[in-house]
C-alpha cells in the first residue's frame, strides 16, 4: 500500500474514534489526530523537495475540522481542551476557504445565548483561530467576524457574558489584523459600539471595552484618534469628580456644557483615557495634552489629599462621612490619574514640561494620603527640608511602626495604599524622565513643593521621599525607597559629569550645589536603619534600604561619618548574627539579605569615600566574626561573598598603616600588633578550608584564592611559617588544576607586590611557580598563556633575584625556550609580553644572557623586519635590544650586523646573518617595507646609543659614510648602496639623533649630517625625500640649536615641495617634544617664538598639504604652549574671519579663507592631542565663529574642530551647544547645494554640502553618546528623518545614529517613527538592476542597513501603536523578496 492511502486509512480510523461512546477513546483519538497533524504542518512548511507524508486531500480536510469542531461540545473537559489545541494546529494547514467557514461557525456559537454552558469554550476555540492564522488570511477572516462581532455586541446588551466575549475577540482581533482593509473600513464602528458600552452597568463590560478601545488607538488614523480623545474628555469633563474641590469644579463644568453625549461611567472613561494615553501618548497634540492634565488633576486635587495626621476642618468632616463605595470609586479614579501621569511623564516629555510642577505638587500630596492612619509624628519641623535636624530627630525618636498596633489599626479594606502607590510611580517617572532626558536633576532637590492642607508647609522631592520612608503598606515603602535610590543614583551621576556638584562650598563653580552630605545622609541613614532593624519589616523593604546605602556609598562624604559608620554596622551584625536573640530578620529570608549585607559591606570598604581608620575600628570590633561565618555558610553565594570582604580587610589595614605612616604616629605599637595577628589568624581560619575544600562551587574557589593571596601579601608577617607554607602549597595546587589555573594566576600578582619592606618569603614554590607558568605557554588557549605571562613577568621581577645556582639558572633557560616559542608577528599583543618577560628574566638573572641570546633573540629579529610591528610589541623589542647591549649579553657588533643583515636577508633571499637567522617564515614580514626600515632604524638607533661612545662614533661614522656615497651617486643609492639601505641610514641617524646630542660628536658630525638631510630633499625618490625630513626632525631634538635655525632659515628660501618636507621636519621635532622631549630633558618653549611667524606666514598656502602641516605643527604647539599659541590662533581668527570669500584664488578674501581652515584644523589636532581644556575653554567661542564663514571648507573643518572636541573632550564645548553650535549644525544638516557640471558627452552633479552633512551628523551621533544633555533631541528627529532620504552615505550614518537611539534614548524615536516609513521603504525597496560583484553587494549592504533598522525600532516599546509603521514592518516582514536578508541578519546575531 502506498504511503499516501496509509496516511488516509489512519486519519479515517481517528476520525471514527472520535464519535466513539467512550470519552477515553475520544481522547485518545483527538490525541493522536493533533500528533498527526503537527507532523502533517511540520512537512509541509519544510523545504524539501519531497515531503515525508502527502498532502491531505480536501474532503479529508472537511471531516476533520466538522470531528474537531464536534468535540468542542463533548462532555468531557479533556477532550474539549485537547480540541481547542488540535484547532490552533489545523488551522495552520487547511485551505482559506475552510478557515473562513470554521470562524464563521464558531462566531455564530459564541453569540448563541442558549449554549451557554459551553460559551467560554467555543470563545476559546475563536480566540485560538484569531491567534493562530496565516497573515495572509486575515483580511478574509476579518471581513467575516468584525461586522458579527459588532452586530453581537449591540444586539446583547442583555447577556454580559456575550458582551465580555465579543469585545475580547475585538480585541484580538483588531490587534494582529486592525490594519487589514477590511478591518479599517469599520474603525468607526467599532470605536462607536466600544464607546456606548463605557455607559453599561456591568463593570467587567465597560473594562474589555476600554481595553478594546485602547488596542483600537494604536491603528486608527489621526482624525479618528484625535475624535476619540476628544471625546474622551468631553465625558470626563462632565464626570463628577472626587472631593471637594474636584466636585466644584465638575459642577462647573457641567454647567457651561452643551453636550448632549450621555454621560458614561467615570471610573471607565477615566480608565481608558489612561490606556490610551499609555498606548498612543506620543501622538497626542499639545493642546490636548494641555486639557487631559488638568481634568486629571481635578481627580488628584492636593486639597483632598487628606492623611490621619491632618486636622479636618468642619466641612471636611461632613465629606468625609462618604459611603465606602464613594471612597472605594474616588480611590480608584485616583490611582488611573496617577497611571495616567506615568505613562505621559515617560512617553510625551516636552510635552508635559509646562504641567510637571503641578504634577509633582500632586504625586507628593497623594503620596502621604492615609486618611485611616496615623503616624502620629508630623510636627511643624516638617516646614522645613526634609533631611534638616528635625527628620533626624523624627526617625530617632520613633518606636517601632511596625509592631502590634499597627495591625490593630490596619483595615483591609483600606485600599488607599494603591493611590500613595500610584503616586509613588508618577514621581519615579518624573525621576526616570530626568534621567532619560539628561536633564539636571538638583530641581528635584531644591526645589519645595505644598505637599499638605496648609500651603505653608512645604518640602522638597527628595526631602519628601527621605519621609516616607516609614509607610505602613509595604508596597508603597518599596516603591518609596526605591524611587529614591534611583533619584541619589542619578544624581550622583550628573555630578560626575559636572552637571552639578555635591560638594558644599562650591556655590560660585557655576553649577547647581546639593549639601547632600550635611542635609540629607544623616536622615537617610537613620530611615535605613529604621527599616533594617524593624523585626516586622519585609524582606523586599529591607534589601531596598540595603541597596540604598550602596548607592550611597558612591555618593561624596559616603554613610557618614565614623557614628553612622558603627551605626549600620551594628545593623549588618544583627542580620549576620546565627543568634536568634540579636537577628532582626526571620530564618526563612535571611539568605538573600545576607548576601545584600555583605554586598554593602564590601562595598564600603573598597569606597573611597570614607575613611579606611574608621571602617577598619568599626569593622573588626562589629562585623570580622560574623564576616568569618558567613564563610561556613549553606549557600554558595553567601559564601563567595563573605570572602571577597575578607579579601579587603588586609588592604583595609594597609591602608591604615599608611595613613599613620603620613600622620608620623607610631604605627608598630604593642596593641596595634596583637590586634593584627588576631585578625591574621581570624582570616586563616575562615579561609584555609574554603581554599583546601575540592567539591565547591567555582566562584568560592576563585574567591577564595584572592582572599589567601590578599592574606598573604598584607599580613604574612602575622602568620606562622607553617601557616605561610600552607597556604603557598595550596595556591600551587590551584595553579596546577585546569578549572583553576586561570584564577590562581591572577593571585600570582598579588603575592608579588607585597611591600618590599617585609617581603612575602615565596622561595618554596617560586621554583614550581615558575615551571609550571613556563609550561603553560605551550598552551593553545590564548587567554591562559596571556594570563601566564602576565603572572611570569610579575614573578620574575618581584621575587626572581630570590633564585641562585646552576639549577634556577636552567630553570630560566627553559622559561626563556619557551618565551621564544611564542614571539610572533600574528599575536603581537602576546609577543609584547614575551619581551616584557624576557627583559625581567635578563635583569634578574644576568648569566640568562646567552639563553637570551639562543632562544629570545632569533624570533626577535624576525619581529624587527614585520610590517605588523608596532605600539606596545615594538617598544618591548626595543626595550629588549637595549637590555642586551647593557648587560653585554651579546657583542654590539654581532647585534648590529644582525639587524643589518635583517634588512639584507629579506631583499635578497635566504642568507643568514652572523646571529644565524634566516629569513623570516611569516607571510608578512618584509624588509623593504617602509614600516620594517622604519622599526630597524630605531632598533638599530637604540641600540647605538646603549652603547659606548667609541661604538657610537664608528657607527655616526659609518652612516655618514654611506649617505655621502648615495649622494654622490645620485641620491637614491648607487654601486653597494641600496634605495633600502639609504633610508635605513637617513631614519637610524635621525632616531640616533633625538636620543643624543649629534652636536656634541667630534669631527662635525650635525652639520654634516644637516648638509646631507638637506641634499636628499633633491632626490628623484619620495620615500628618500620623507626619510630625509623625517630624520632631520628627530635629529633636530637633540642637537635644536644646529637644526632648527637651519629648517626655518630654508623654510624661507626654498620651493613649496621642500617647504613641504621643511614643514614635515619642523612637526617631527615639536611632535618629539609633545611625546617624550629631548634627549636632555629640556623643551621647545623658547624656540616658540622663532617657530611661530614662520607658521603665521604659511598658513594661507594654496596648497592643503603645506597648510596641513602648518595646522599639525599649531596644534602640537597649543599642546606645549597653549599660553602663548591660543592669543595667537585667536587672533588669526579675529583678523582673517569674517571677509568675504574671492573667487580669486591670490586675491585677499580667499587667503583670509585659507587662514580660517588652518586656524580650525590646528585647534582640531589641539583637542585631538590633549590639550588642557581648562585653557582652552575661554577662546572656544572666538573658534566657533568659524561655523559662520561663508567658505564651505572652512565651515567643513569647524564642524570638524567641533567633532573632535565633542569625541575628546566633551565637556569643552557642551555648554556652548545651545548659542554657538546648534543653529549652525541644524543649518548645516540640511544644507543641499548642488550644481550641474558639464563634462563635454555627460553632465555630473556634484553636492558642495554632502561633506558638511557628514560632519553636521557625525557631531549629532557623538553628542548622543558623549554629552546628550547638550542637544535637544526631539529637534533634531526631523533632520534624522531627512538624512533617511539622502543620499547613500548619509543614509547609512543615519541609520547608525537611530539603531543607537534605540538602546539610549527610545522615547523621541516613538514620537517621530511615522516620518522615518516613507525614507526606509526607499532605501529596501532599492533596485539592483544589472548591478554585479562588488556593486551588487555595496546594494544589498545599503538594504540590510534599512532593514536592520527597521527591526531595531519594531523591537521599542509602543512603536508599533504607530498604524504607519506596523503596517510596513508587517508588509516587509511578509515580502519574500528579503526573506534571504532577514536570515542574514538573523545569522549576524
Not at 486639557?291 to 486629571?296: G, K, L, S, V
Not at 537617610?524 to 524593624?534: D, F, G, P, R, S
Not at 648638509?1011 to 619620495?1022: R, T, V
Request: glycine share 6%.
Amino acid at each position: 500500500m502506498s504511503s499516501s492511502g496509509s496516511n488516509a486509512v489512519t486519519l479515517n480510523a481517528l476520525l471514527k474514534k472520535t464519535e466513539h461512546y467512550d470519552k477515553d477513546e475520544r481522547y485518545m483519538a483527538i490525541s493522536d489526530l493533533c500528533e498527526a497533524l503537527k507532523r502533517h504542518a511540520a512537512s509541509s512548511t519544510s523545504y524539501s523537495s519531497s515531503p515525508s507524508l502527502p498532502l491531505i486531500d480536501a474532503s479529508t480536510e472537511r471531516r476533520i475540522c466538522t470531528a474537531v469542531l464536534s468535540l468542542l461540545d463533548d462532555s468531557s473537559n479533556d477532550v474539549q481542551t485537547v480540541a481547542v489545541k488540535t484547532l490552533g494546529v489545523l488551522l495552520t494547514t487547511v485551505q482559506e476557504e475552510l478557515v473562513a467557514e470554521i470562524a464563521d461557525k464558531l462566531c455564530t456559537l459564541v453569540l448563541d445565548s442558549t449554549k451557554s454552558d459551553l460559551h467560554d469554550v467555543y470563545a476559546i476555540g475563536l480566540t485560538t483561530l484569531i491567534t493562530k492564522i496565516p497573515l495572509h488570511m486575515g483580511d478574509v477572516v476579518s471581513h467575516r467576524l468584525v461586522g458579527r462581532l459588532i452586530d453581537g455586541i449591540r444586539l446583547s446588551s442583555n447577556s454580559s457574558f456575550i458582551l465580555v466575549s465579543c469585545f475580547e475577540l475585538m480585541t484580538h482581533l483588531v490587534s494582529r489584523f486592525g490594519t487589514m482593509p477590511n478591518v479599517k473600513r469599520q474603525h468607526d464602528a467599532i470605536l462607536q459600539i466600544s464607546l456606548l458600552q463605557l455607559s453599561s452597568t456591568e463593570t467587567v463590560v465597560r473594562k474589555r471595552a476600554g481595553s478594546t478601545i485602547g488596542v483600537m488607538s494604536r491603528v486608527l488614523s489621526d482624525a479618528l484618534l484625535h475624535q476619540l480623545v476628544d471625546r474622551l474628555l468631553r465625558q470626563i469633563d462632565l464626570a463628577e469628580g472626587v472631593g471637594k474641590s474636584g466636585k466644584r469644579r465638575a459642577r462647573a463644568a457641567r454647567a457651561n456644557s452643551t453636550t448632549t453625549d450621555p454621560i458614561a461611567d467615570t471610573r471607565a472613561i477615566l480608565r481608558t483615557m489612561c490606556t490610551v494615553s499609555g498606548e498612543v501618548g506620543h501622538r497626542l497634540t499639545q493642546s490636548q495634552i494641555d486639557c487631559i492634565i488638568p481634568i486629571f488633576l481635578r481627580f488628584c486635587d492636593a486639597e483632598d489629599a487628606m492623611s490621619g495626621d491632618d486636622e479636618a476642618s468642619e466641612d471636611e468632616s461632613v465629606s468625609m462621612e462618604e459611603t465606602e463605595e464613594a471612597v472605594e470609586l474616588a480611590n480608584e479614579l485616583r490611582e488611573s490619574c496617577f497611571a495616567g501621569f506615568s505613562s505621559f511623564v515617560l512617553r510625551c516629555p516636552k510635552e508635559v514640561m509646562p504641567h510637571l510642577k503641578s504634577i509633582v505638587g500632586a504625586s507628593l500630596a497623594y503620596m502621604r494620603y492615609d486618611p485611616n492612619y496615623s503616624y502620629g509624628d508630623e510636627e511643624e519641623g516638617e516646614e522645613e527640608d526634609g533631611a534638616e535636624s528635625s527628620d533626624v530627630e523624627e526617625f530617632s525618636e520613633d518606636e517601632d511602626e511596625y509592631s502590634e498596633e499597627e495591625d490593630e489599626e490596619d483595615d483591609d479594606d483600606d485600599a488607599s495604599w494603591k493611590v500613595r502607590r500610584g503616586a509613588i510611580q508618577a514621581l519615579t517617572a518624573v525621576v526616570e524622565s530626568t534621567k532619560l532626558q539628561n536633564m539636571d536633576p538638583s530641581s528635584l532637590w531644591t526645589e519645595e513643593y505644598s505637599w499638605r492642607k496648609d500651603q505653608s508647609m512645604k518640602t522638597t522631592v527628595a526631602g519628601a521621599l527621605v519621609k516616607r520612608f516609614k509607610e505602613r503598606e509595604e508596597n508603597c515603602r518599596v516603591a518609596v525607597i526605591d524611587c529614591f535610590t534611583r533619584l541619589l543614583a542619578m544624581t550622583v551621576a550628573a555630578a560626575k559629569n559636572g552637571m552639578i556638584s555635591l560638594e558644599s562650598g562650591e556655590e560660585e563653580s557655576g553649577v547647581p550645589v546639593i549639601d547632600l552630605r550635611s542635609k540629607y545622609v544623616p536622615a537617610i541613614v537613620k530611615a535605613c536603619e529604621k527599616q533594617l532593624e524593624a523585626k516586622k519589616g519585609g524582606e523586599r523593604t529591607k534589601t531596598s534600604a540595603l541597596a540604598l546605602l550602596s548607592t550611597l556609598c558612591v555618593a561624596p562624604g559616603g554613610i557618614g561619618g565614623p557614628t553612622q559608620i558603627e551605626s549600620v554596622f551594628a545593623h549588618i551584625h544583627s542580620i549576620l548574627s546565627p543568634d536568634p536573640k540579636h537577628r532582626t530578620i526571620s530564618t526563612g529570608l535571611t539568605k538573600s539579605i545576607k548576601l545584600d549585607a555583605l554586598c554593602l559591606v564590601r562595598i564600603m570598604m573598597t569606597c573611597d569615600q570614607h575613611d579606611a581608620s574608621c571602617i577598619k575600628h568599626a569593622f573588626l570590633s562589629t562585623l570580622l566574626g560574623e564576616v568569618c561565618n558567613a564563610v561556613q555558610e549553606d549557600w554558595y553565594k553567601v559564601i563567595a561573598e563573605a570572602l571577597r570582604v575578607l579579601a579587603e580587610v588586609p588592604s583595609l589595614l594597609l591602608l591604615e598603616k599608611e595613613w599613620k605612616a603620613q600622620q608620623m604616629t607610631d604605627e608598630d605599637s604593642p596593641n596595634n600588633t596583637e590586634e593584627t595577628n588576631q585578625v591574621a589568624k581570624a582570616l586563616y581560619d575562615a579561609i584555609e578550608p574554603r581554599l583546601a575544600a575540592h567539591d565547591l562551587d567555582q566562584e568560592i574557589k576563585e574567591c577564595a584564592l584572592v582572599a589567601s593571596a590578599q592574606l598573604l601579601s598584607v599580613l604574612h608577617p602575622s602568620l606562622s611559617t607553617e601557616q605561610q607554607h600552607r597556604l603557598l602549597s595550596l595556591l600551587l595546587e590551584r595553579l596546577k588544576n585546569e578549572t583553576t589555573r586561570i584564577a590562581a594566576m591572577k593571585t600570582l600578582p598579588i603575592l608579588a607586590s607585597s611591600s618590599k619592606s617585609s617581603r612575602l618569603d615565596v622561595s618554596p614554590i617560586l621554583s614550581n611557580v615558575v615551571s609550571e607558568l613556563a609550561s603553560l605557554l605551550r598552551q593553545q588557549s590564548r587567554g591562559v598563556k596571556q594570563s601566564a605571562l602576565e603572572s611570569l613577568d610579575m614573578v620574575i621581577q618581584c621575587h626572581g633575584q630570590d633564585c641562585g645556582g646552576d639549577q634556577d639558572v636552567e630553570l630560566y633557560n627553559g622559561v626563556l625556550r619557551e618565551l621564544g616559542m611564542i614571539i610572533v608577528d600574528s599575536d603581537l599583543h602576546i609577543s609584547h609580553l614575551s619581551l616584557r618577560a624576557s627583559i625581567s628574566v635578563l635583569k634578574v638573572c644576568p648569566s640568562s644572557g646567552p639563553s637570551v641570546k639562543k632562544h629570545v633573540l632569533p624570533p626577535a629579529l624576525v619581529l624587527s623586519t614585520s610590517p605588523l610591528l608596532q605600539d606596545l610589541a615594538l617598544e618591548s623589542l626595543l626595550s629588549l635590544l637595549e637590555q642586551l647591549v647593557v648587560s653585554d649579553a651579546v657583542d654590539f657588533h654581532e647585534l648590529l650586523t644582525s639587524l643589518q643583515g635583517r634588512l639584507t636577508n629579506d631583499i635578497g633571499g635566504n642568507s643568514t646573518s652572523g646571529m644565524g637567522v634566516g629569513t623570516s617564515t611569516s607571510s608578512s614580514s618584509g624588509g623593504g617595507s617602509k614600516q620594517a626600515v622604519s622599526n630597524l632604524a630605531r632598533c638599530i638607533a637604540v641600540i647605538t646609543a646603549a652603547t659606548t661612545p667609541s661604538n657610537r662614533d664608528k657607527v655616526v661614522e659609518n652612516l655618514i659614510s654611506s649617505l655621502q656615497s648615495a649622494i654622490a651617486a645620485g641620491g637614491d643609492g648607487g654601486v653597494g648602496v641600496s634605495a633600502q639601505e639609504v633610508q635605513l641610514a637617513l631614519l637610524a641617524s635621525g632616531d640616533l639623533g633625538r636620543k643624543v646630542n649629534l652636536a656634541a660628536m667630534a669631527g662635525g658630525v650635525a652639520p654634516n649630517l644637516l648638509h646631507i638631510y638637506l641634499s636628499f630633499f633633491d632626490a628623484s625618490s619620495e620615500d628618500a625625500k620623507h626619510a630625509a625630513a623625517y630624520a632631520l626632525g628627530r635629529a633636530s631634538v637633540g642637537a635644536m640649536d644646529v637644526f632648527l635655525p637651519a629648517i626655518l632659515n630654508a623654510l624661507e628660501q626654498n620651493s613649496q615641495k621642500k617647504q613641504y618636507l621643511l614643514l614635515s621636519a619642523l612637526r617631527e621635532l615639536i611632535h618629539c617634544y609633545q611625546t617624550g622631549g629631548g634627549a636632555d630633558g629640556g623643551d621647545i618653549s623658547s624656540s616658540v617664538p622663532l617657530i611661530l611667524p614662520h607658521l603665521v606666514s604659511h598658513c594661507s598656502d594654496k596648497e592643503e598639504g603645506v597648510r596641513t602641516m602648518v595646522a599639525e605643527c599649531m596644534g602640537s604647539l597649543t599642546c606645549l604652549e597653549p599660553g602663548v599659541m591660543l592669543p595667537h590662533l585667536q587672533e588669526l581668527v579675529a583678523t582673517h574671519g569674517g571677509k568675504d570669500v574671492d573667487d580669486n584664488e591670490e586675491g585677499g578674501g580667499r587667503k583670509d579663507a585659507l587662514s580660517c581652515w588652518t586656524v580650525a584644523t590646528a585647534i582640531k589636532f589641539a583637542i585631538a592631542a590633549h590639550a588642557d581644556p581648562s585653557k582652552l575653554a575661554g577662546f572656544m567661542p572666538s573658534f566657533l565663529r568659524l561655523l559662520s564663514e561663508r567658505d564651505l571648507s572652512v565651515r567643513n573643518a569647524a564642524l570638524l574642530m567641533v567633532y573632535s572636541s565633542v569625541h575628546h573632550t566633551p565637556q569643552l564645548v557642551a555648554g556652548l551647544m545651545q548659542e554657538h553650535i546648534l543653529p549652525s549644525l541644524h543649518e548645516l544638516a540640511q544644507l543641499n547645494l548642488k550644481r550641474v557640471v558639464d563634462l563635454g558627452p555627460f553632465k555630473h552633479t556634484v553636492d558642495d554640502a554632502l561633506p558638511l552633512r557628514k560632519a553636521a551628523l557625525s557631531i549629532f551621533s557623538t553628542c548622543l553618546e558623549k554629552c546628550p544633555a547638550s542637544i535637544d533631541i526631539p529637534a533634531f528627529m526631523p533632520i534624522l528623518g531627512k538624512a533617511l532620504g539622502d543620499v547613500e552615505d548619509i543614509q547609512l550614518q543615519a541609520h547608525q545614529i537611530i539603531i543607537s537611539m534605540c538602546y539610549r534614548h527610545p522615547i523621541p524615536l516613538v514620537g517621530a517613527v511615522e516620518a522615518f516609513v516613507d525614507p526606509l521603504q526607499k532605501t529596501i525597496d532599492k533596485k539592483t538592476g544589472q548591478k554585479t560583484g562588488t556593486e551588487l553587494e555595496r546594494a544589498h549592504e545599503w538594504i540590510k542597513s534599512g532593514l536592520r533598522t527597521m527591526i531595531a525600532l519594531s523591537n521599542l516599546d509602543g512603536v508599533m501603536n504607530c498604524r504607519k509603521f506596523a503596517e510596513f514592518v508587517e508588509r516587509t516582514k511578509r515580502n519574500e523578496k528579503y526573506h534571504r536578508f532577514f536570515v542574514a541578519l538573523e545569522e549576524e546575531r
